[in-house]
């Protein structure tokens, strides 16, 4: 099973959790990210996230290989939503099961921040004054514009 994975449809994360669990799990961290309704003072009224597929899949399994290698893990996993996403919906989830906390912890954010930083995920968002715009700047492998 992958445990770098886009989706195109919301996806239940208790399902997510329990494939991560075995006797010998003692800690469990998670991070869930949503679509908020305001950005740097500007109101949101939804977003949408586009990947370059195959690339993305690659750098995500990448990233959770060096999280399993890095830190003292039994495994992890990674959901990002792909598509159109209304204020409230969960974007994004990653799972990490340890035999103690400390290492589940530090390896859900290193997950998270390697992900926004490496994997070619674009953020599009809608705004509530009719304009829209890509939140990365240009230059920066966005999706061409049209």
């Known amino acids: 099973m ?9 996806f239940d994360t208790a399902s997510l ?8 799990v003692g800690g469990y961290a998670s991070f ?10 500007r109101a949101v ?3 949408r996230y586009e990947a370059y597929a195959a690339l993305a899949q690659a750098e995500g399994e990448a990233i959770l290989a060096e999280a ?5 893990i039994l495994d992890a996993h990674c959901v990002h939503r792909v598509g159109d996403l209304a204020i409230g919906e969960l974007a994004v989830w990653v799972g990490v099961s340890a035999a103690h906390r ?5 390896a859900c954010r290193y997950i998270i921040d390697e992900v926004k930083s490496r994997v070619p995920i674009w953020k599009h ?11 990365h700047p240009p230059g920066d492998g966005n999706p061409p514009a049209g």
């Not at 399993?68 to 003292?72: G, S």
């Not at 968002?125 to 939140?135: I, N």
């Open 32 to 41: 869930e990210g949503w679509v908020r309704n305001d950005n740097e003072g």
């Open 68 to 72: 399993l290698a890095k830190f003292d």
């Open 125 to 135: 968002e809608r705004y509530a004054d009719g304009d829209a715009g890509w939140l």
């Open 17 to 24: 959790r329990a494939d991560l669990l075995d006797a010998r």
């Open 2 to 10: 992958a445990r770098f994975r886009l989706a195109d449809t919301p």
């Open 45 to 47: 009224d939804g977003l």
């Open 102 to 106: 400390d290492a589940a912890f530090a």
